[in-house]
């Protein structure tokens, strides 16, 4: 089984910038997709940022604030997000795909003050 770790989330002012991380067991290629899902109160889990080997996509929401990258040498994927705003404030979950099984870290608070 394969556990996903998230840190990084915290509390931050609009306009700044937060890092997320997520580290993975074992090889990060296991996984043929692996992303960043949150899930503000109330409201549904959406998909923030995806990669893959062919590429990566992001919700029009984030798109150009938000990077989505990895490091394979340390089985590691990352959000980094700037210019947060208070409709960023959710819980994060890194989350990864293999084949057709799915797995979720256990989230982490990301809260933007106006």
């Known amino acids: 089984q394969a556990q996903l770790v998230e840190s990084g989330g915290g509390l931050v002012q609009a306009g700044g910038s937060l890092r997320l991380s997520c580290a993975a067991s074992?090889?990060?290629?296991?996984?043929?997709?692996m992303g960043w899902y949150r899930q503000a109160p109330g409201k549904q889990r959406e998909l923030v940022a995806s990669?893959?080997?062919?590429?990566?996509n992001y919700s029009d929401s984030v798109k150009g604030r938000f990077s989505i990258s990895r490091d394979s040498a340390v089985n590691m994927i990352y959000l980094q997000m700037n210019s947060l705003k208070p409709e960023d404030t959710a819980v994060y979950y890194c989350?990864?795909?293999?084949?057709?099984?799915?797995?979720w870290g256990q989230g982490t608070q990301v809260t933007v003050s106006s």
């Open positions: 989350h990864g795909r293999t084949g057709s099984l799915d797995f």
């Open positions: 074992g090889s990060i290629f296991r996984f043929n997709s």
């Open positions: 990669i893959w080997s062919g590429g990566r």
